[in-house]
């Protein structure tokens, strides 16, 4: 009787002991004013942009450019924009959909994952980046070029859409 019942006990102390050492967190990377922008000779934080009607949305994310509307549309303009976030376990999903205006590069922890040479009719584009980040601090880096364009600048924007959810075991 003793027996079995110490049994119980360990049995009961193992399953609470499971169930609170397998837990798993998740956070959401999205494009906002917490990113910084950088270009030739300036660095700063970016900013919501003026969103063009055709451009897509992502939940919680905002449009962001170096400014409201971009400065330059005759010419053109390249930035970059990064932002730094942390995974505290050992990554086990991740789901990642960007769309920028008009190319992009993307850049995880200094790796080229994908790019688009196209504004894609504003519309967003997914990719599979689970192989690609790191347990502790990440990087993302997304180079966005605005293309030259006639027309006066509500008409050649430039932008970037970003969301990156990230689900870790915690260990
Ligand atoms: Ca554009």
């Not at 990113?35 to 994310?61: C, F």
Request: glycine share 8%; net charge negative.
């Amino acid at each position: 009787m003793f027996r079995s019942f110490t049994l119980v006990i360990i049995f009961a102390f193992l399953s609470c002991s499971a169930v609170t050492l397998v837990s798993f967190e998740s956070v959401d990377i999205v494009s906002d004013e917490s990113w910084t922008v950088q270009g030739t000779n300036y660095m700063g934080k970016a900013v919501e942009a003026w969103n063009h009607p055709q451009w897509t949305s992502i939940s919680g994310a905002k449009w962001i450019w170096k400014s409201f509307y971009a400065e330059d549309p005759w010419n053109g303009e390249t930035y970059m924009f990064q932002k730094e976030f942390s995974i505290n376990g050992l990554p086990t999903q991740s789901s990642l959909t960007i769309a920028a205006d008009d190319s992009f590069a993307l850049i995880l922890n200094g790796n080229l994952v994908a790019s688009s040479q196209n504004w894609n009719e504003g519309q967003a584009q997914t990719f599979n980046v689970q192989g690609k980040l790191l347990q502790g601090r990440n990087t993302v880096q997304v180079v966005v070029s605005n293309y030259v364009r006639d027309g006066h600048s509500q008409f050649n924007t430039g932008g970037l859409l970003f969301k990156l959810t990230v689900t870790w075991l915690n260990i």
